[in-house]
């Protein structure tokens, strides 16, 4: 016997499932946010964010850690977001589909699905000590530069296919250049896009441990150069965590990383609105 | 007509996309200050010859012309002739409203701001003007800073043709920038064309016969790539039978 089901139940059903499927998901991110943050804001202070950490982390702060993330974080995206637009811009608008291309767009395929730990191995056989840098901010950044290459390329690729290609011929049949058209059309059309890769990948930069442990070390104190050694916040809280040194440490970097992630997240956005709403 | 009241000279012209002939060996020469239509049934390659007289087609990948094409005499297609001068010479309407994602007025000055170093006040005055001359300035006025997408369809149109105005060209290429629109904005534009062609030689595609009768001086009819005759007297009297069977409506 076949079992009927008419239009309308199936309806329900559909909707009821898709419903189901977006509220698990849905609860149990909420859920992790708030048992980190209510594990680690009882942590967070004006001192827990302003002195360095000692006694391997035990006491004080992680001030150190901080400036240590941004420094590595910084370094990554100034390196890898030029490279990233410049290559996506000349995919996406100087080129037909040839060899060149494909070779690029594989590579870059390709190295988007390597583990990160195999990128730390890199950087610490080619950065840290074929070019002599040592455990550093210089060796770490540039690691995580050639880790997130691949997603800037992606998603500001996606971001530049995606603006009508109408826009360009209007450009053009006004009297403007290749580089007019995407410096004042092309690009402000696709800039949504294209930050939002960059907001994934700081976020991927500010999260990533194995990476970093292997090309910037896990040095506590407070790095004064691009050449220090540092400790980002994801390795302090893995440490910390992984071997049982303070768990109450632990949640509260962990609290305030989930808190930058989305400060940034704001910031970011709200910038490029006010970005976007200028040139309409 | 005398030799100097022609504006553009197109001379044995041929057009290819890829091994495909789509345009074949065409002449014909269209007069300064004349509305000349082109019309035909589908894929007769209209919008292909419009969009060679401002070489937009170079944006297509795998085309070739042969033959030339002059304007004031001139090849458009002299190695040393620029095409960006070119296309400000010769500005182009499409077939459907293309404001870009900017606001109405920056959308008009688009094309002033692209050359050469203008004042504030200047391209304030450019704009304004075009505005005024493609009879939108009533509708504009007040919110000129506003997203050109918030306009009507046919006030999107009148805005498309603004901005090539506000290029101060020479000739203006309509294809079918009526085909979307009601029949008061499509009446408006055909006023204001009426009007522009004072100034202005303009080439259009019409979206039909009758919008080619209203309002051509001269008109072509052009028939899977050949141009089967063209003249002022095309509608009253037809010298081929296609273009008289075309005009009836038996085929087409
Ligand atoms: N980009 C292209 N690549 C290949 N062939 C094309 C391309 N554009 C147009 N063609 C072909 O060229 C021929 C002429 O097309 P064109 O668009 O110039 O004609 P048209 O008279 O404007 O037609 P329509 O009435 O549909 O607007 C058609 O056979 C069409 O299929
Ligand atoms: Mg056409």
Known sequence: MKLKINARTSEYIAKGFIWGAAMSVMIVLVAIIVYILVKGLPVINFSFLTTNPYNMGRSGGIASTIVGTIYITVVAIIIAVPFGIGTAFYLAEYTQENIITRIIRFSAESLAGIPSIIYGLFGYIFFVMYMGMGWSILAGGLTLAFMILPTIIRTSEEAIRAVPHIYREVSFSLGGTKWQTIIKTVFPSAIQGIVNGIILSIGRCIAETAAVIFTAGSVLSMPGSLFDSTRTMAVHFYILASEGISMDNAYGTAALLIIIIFLINVIVNALVNRFISKSK | ?252
């Open chain 2, 1 to 252: 007509m005398s030799e100097n009241n022609i504006k553009i000279e197109i001379k044995n012209f041929s057009f290819y996309y890829g091994q495909k002939q789509v345009i074949h060996d065409l002449n014909l020469k269209i007069h300064k200050n004349e509305i000349m239509s082109f019309f035909g049934p589908a894929n007769g390659g209209v919008t292909t010859l419009l969009r060679s007289l401002n070489r937009l087609f170079e944006l297509n990948h795998n085309t070739r012309s042969e033959g030339d094409i002059l304007i004031d005499g001139e090849s458009i297609f002299d190695p040393d002739a620029s095409v960006t001068e070119l296309r400000r010479k010769v500005g182009m309407v499409f077939e459907i409203p293309t404001p870009l994602p900017l606001s109405i007025f920056d959308n008009v000055a688009y094309g002033p701001r692209l050359n050469k170093k203008k004042s504030k006040d200047e391209i304030n005055e450019v704009v304004e003007q075009a505005i005024k001359q493609a009879a939108l300035w009533d509708d504009v006025s007040d919110r000129l800073r506003a997203p050109a997408m918030s306009l009507s369809g046919g006030q999107q149109q009148r805005l498309c043709i603004a901005r090539v105005l506000a290029l101060k060209p020479e000739v203006i290429i309509l294809d079918r920038a009526c085909s979307g629109l009601d029949p008061i904005s499509t009446a408006k534009i055909e006023e204001s064309l009426t009007k522009l062609k004072k100034q202005f030689t303009i080439v259009i595609a019409p979206h039909n016969v009758q919008q080619a009768m209203r309002i051509s001086d001269r008109a072509a009819f052009m028939l899977m790539g050949y141009l089967v005759e063209a003249g002022a007297d095309i509608f009253t009297h037809p010298q081929d039978q296609r273009t008289d069977d075309y005009i009836t409506g038996r085929f087409g």
